[in-house]
């Protein structure tokens, strides 16, 4: 009977993941690019159209502004590796926003999408923003990467117009402000690959996820003049058509989200490199634990694992409610603690791990630096101790 219950409870059999040498530590953030709240001109306005505002914290997702990343940027300049190169985030980036200005003179009947490459929704203004993007681009601190075009479901925004009820009265509420949607509020909008709801509920069709993978890699070109190598999935919600779709676009790493263990690196069947989170770093929503982060960190070192920590860009925002002061504040201390604890550690990015797994080396600054990589079993990672 004890064989029979662990063999019903035993996990599906994966493939071999990927372990290596040095300890290696990834910083990975979503939502870079997307408009949310219109600072507190939109606030005031929503809240006079009887929203009360304010009962979580996406109520109050803005959008960063340059000095935010700035502030960002400097942070992660401030910190080097045992080979002398800065911390380096991954800053998945939505490649594109509702252009209010054209639905408004069609009266909200359908969304039409304005590329982040050609700037911001009419009302909205952030002097600066790209410029500030591509310089930490330059300056080797920020690394990016196309989530989605806009986060959302087209699928399931055009169902919700379609039935013209509360909910299509609720979008065009928050379009007239120029906010999008506020997805704790109304997730019936799902995510960009996935419609929650009938009808047509489920994953879009492999045709429709292509169209979207491709326009969004297209988008992502034009705002960072470069092709993408990793991606992240709105909502961390993908299936093996979307694989497909990032497959045929050239996309070679694909971020994962923090609820499937600690789990090591690992290829699929199209070739995809799999990146797992490990720690969500998010001091807008909960306290920071960085004992506790320092205890994960421990775990995934000593299974040989890279440390990946996800922070969402709400993390930075400052312009309705300071969340970036005690954000900078919590991440200048975890990674010096890391550094401090770790002196060899090493700051990677996604396509430098792409790099490692495929040819045991990577560019860090003018040296090659080596980092020895093998295969492991996940069963065998799986009868290690946990943290």
């Known amino acids: 009977m004890l064989t029979v219950l662990r063999n019903l409870f035993r996990p599906p059999k994966q493939k071999a993941g990927f372990v290596f040498s040095r300890p290696l530590v990834l910083l990975q953030s979503d939502d870079w690019g997307r408009v949310g709240l219109r600072d507190r001109e ?28 700035s502030a960002v940027a400097s942070l992660l300049g401030r910190h080097h590796d045992s080979s002398g190169r800065p911390a380096c985030m ?14 408004r003179r069609e009266d909200f009947a359908r969304v039409i999408l304005l590329p982040l490459a050609k700037g911001l929704p009419e009302r909205w203004t952030r002097s600066g923003l790209l410029e500030a993007y591509r310089d930490g681009v330059e ?28 909910r299509a009265r609720l979008l065009k509420l928050l379009w007239d402000a120029e906010t999008p949607y506020i997805y704790w509020r109304m997730p019936w909008v799902g995510y960009e690959y996935l419609n929650p709801e009938k009808p047509k509920a489920g994953f879009l069709s492999l045709r429709q996820q292509r169209d979207l993978v491709k326009k969004n890699c297209r988008n992502f070109s034009d705002l960072f003049g470069c092709p993408p190598v990793s ?21 070679c790493v694909v971020q994962n989200g923090t609820g499937n263990g600690l789990r090591g690196p690992h290829f699929d069947e199209f070739g995809l490199l799999h990146l797992y989170r490990t720690i969500d770093f998010e001091p807008s929503h909960r306290e920071l634990e960085i004992d506790k982060y320092l205890e994960i960190a421990a775990v995934c070192f000593s299974r040989g694992i890279p440390m990946i920590v996800s922070v969402h860009s709400i993390n930075f925002h400052s312009t309705v409610r300071d969340f970036r ?34 040819e045991g080396t990577f560019e860090s600054h003018a040296a090659t630096v080596k980092v020895n990589v093998d295969r492991c079993e996940w069963g065998e990672l799986a009868r290690q101790e946990a943290f």
């Open 42 to 69: 939109g606030y005031e306005q929503l809240r006079a159209q009887g929203l009360r505002l304010g009962e979580r914290p996406y109520d109050l997702y803005t959008l960063e502004t340059a000095d935010d990343v």
């Open 231 to 251: 991606t992240c999935a709105p909502g961390f919600r993908s299936n093996r058509d979307t694989h497909r779709a990032w497959s045929e676009d050239g996309i």
């Open 139 to 166: 300056k080797g601190v920020l690394y990016p990467a196309p989530h989605g075009m806009t986060h959302c479901c087209p699928v399931a925004i055009a169902n919700a117009l379609a039935q013209a009820g509360e």
């Open 325 to 358: 002061s005690a954000t900078i504040t919590g991440l200048d201390e975890f990674l010096s603690a890391l550094e401090k604890k770790y002196p060899e550690l090493l700051y990677v990015h996604d396509a430098d791990l792409y790099r490692i797994v495929t």
């Open 90 to 103: 991954v800053m998945n980036a939505c490649t594109a926003n509702f252009d209010f200005a054209r639905m």
